[in-house]
């Protein structure tokens, strides 16, 4: 039955392989691939691409699976509505983040959004290379970027602030830049790849700040360590130093001057995937979390 085959595809696509394919509908390997074969042809169309390490979408495959996907989901609307029942958000639900942002903005809040959807089963990765969603098998990522990249959708939850600061004891040590040119002979503070600092003024000119780690590392967190033991001046995102400013162990400085308004927080998908009801359904609950004023502006205000 084609409705069987679609179901098989999809199924096919959401596990990233033809064997985990098989095992989630109970099918021999060989005969998902007979199945998907025999569908192939039928179509007249070439839908997978085979390789030894994974599986990936031709353009036609891409197309098909997002009708597939469009049929899956209006047989399920039409036989909910038949008998009465209402779909909740349900089965297993794998969500990547950045490390730090994922401890201090996720974590903290999952236990309120199991509450509210117990028959979601969430794992949670943190990690801060930006992961491939088809092969890592990944249901939502969220990204820190202004450039999300092809192939994927994206959901903008809030803006990506970030400020030049440094602890109280650095600046009693070192003085205070009055300017963009004085601080580029202060000690900075990036982890490996953070450097150039690309800045915007109060006019909204770009302004480029190279330079030197004066620590090397290759870790956030450890950056943010360093600023605040008074070590040199580090440009962070809000979220990651709003504590820090509330309780005085950081301060702003170069007030008119902060990161570029394009670098955004985001929750992305495979532009090619079903939305599923659980990733929905965490994506909307970050959003209700960060908007319409993310936690971190208000632990910070007034900058």
Not at 38 to 66: C, D, N, V, W
């Amino acid at each position: 039955m084609i409705d069987r085959d679609y179901e098989l595809f999809a199924t096919i696509v959401a596990t990233g392989s033809l064997s985990a394919a098989g095992r989630a509908l109970h099918l021999s390997p060989a005969m998902v691939s007979k199945r998907l074969a025999r569908m192939e042809q039928r179509l007249g169309a070439s839908l997978i691409i085979r390789t030894t390490r994974r599986l990936a979408l031709t353009s036609a495959g891409e197309r098909f699976h997002q009708d597939v996907i469009a049929i899956l989901d209006a047989a399920q609307a039409a036989e909910a509505r038949v008998s009465g029942q209402y779909s909740e958000p349900s089965g297993p639900l794998r969500v990547s983040a950045p490390t730090s942002f994922g401890r201090l903005h996720i974590a903290p809040y999952v236990g309120r959004f199991l509450d509210a959807h117990p028959r979601v089963q969430l794992e949670l990765n943190l990690s801060d290379s930006f992961i491939d969603l088809m092969s890592e098998r990944t249901d939502l990522a969220l990204r820190i970027t202004a450039d999300i990249g092809p192939g994927l959708r994206a959901r903008r939850l809030a803006t990506n602030r970030r400020i030049l600061c440094a602890a109280p004891a650095y600046l009693e040590q070192h003085g205070l830049p009055a300017s963009i040119d004085e601080l580029r002979s202060h000690r900075l503070l990036a982890a490996e790849g953070q450097l150039p600092w690309r800045l915007a003024d109060a006019e909204g000119k770009i302004i480029s700040i190279d330079g030197e780690s004066h620590v090397r590392t290759n870790s956030s967190e450890v950056v943010r360590e360093l600023a605040v033991a008074g070590v040199g001046i580090a440009f962070r995102s809000l979220w990651d130093i709003s504590n820090d400013l509330a309780q005085g162990r950081l301060t702003r400085i170069l007030a008119n001057h902060e990161g570029l308004r394009d670098v955004g927080i985001f929750a992305v998908q495979l532009d090619s995937t079903h939305i599923l009801s659980t990733a929905q359904a965490f994506s909307d609950f970050l959003a209700s979390l960060y908007a319409p004023v993310a936690p971190w502006e208000k632990a910070s205000a007034p900058l």
